[in-house]
């Protein structure tokens, strides 16, 4: 499967961004799904994961209650909603899939991911 993520942005502290990322190919929807996120200078660090029916949702602490991972199957899309965005926020983001077919289980390491798109920034000004 090719990811590819988009809508990314410079926002003030406060502000809200929707990222998508499209998927190619038809396994997308028994796949789970993350989003990630890496800082300058910093390590690739997990934000949030779909299983592959969307009825699941998880989320790192630092991201929970501001914001919503989404999936819509009939587009090979899924989203992330970021609201109360705040300088920290900043970073690349990323979308990937982690290649198990209709996994019972979250993945949140950056190992358990098989496929990467290619990242879109986010800035969040003060």
């Known amino acids: 499967v090719q990811l590819q993520a988009s809508g990314g942005g410079l926002v003030q502290a406060g502000g809200s961004l929707r990222l998508s990322c499209a998927a190619s190919?038809?396994?997308?929807?028994?796949?789970?799904m993350g989003w990630f996120r890496q800082a300058p200078g910093k390590e690739r660090e997990f934000v949030a994961a779909?299983?592959?029916?969307?009825?699941?949702?998880y989320y790192a602490d630092s991201v929970g209650g501001r914001f919503t991972i989404s999936r819509d199957n009939a587009k090979n899309t899924v989203y992330l909603q970021m609201n109360s965005l705040k300088p920290e926020d900043t970073a690349v983001y990323y979308c990937?899939?982690?290649?198990?077919?209709?996994?019972?289980?979250?993945?949140?390491?950056?190992?358990?991911?098989?496929?990467w798109g290619q990242g879109t920034q986010v800035t969040v000004s003060s």
């Open positions: 779909v299983s592959w029916s969307g009825g699941g949702t």
């Open positions: 190919g038809r396994t997308f929807s028994s796949y789970g």
């Open positions: 990937a899939a982690d290649g198990l077919h209709y996994s019972a289980s979250y993945s949140t390491r950056v190992y358990e991911y098989d496929y």
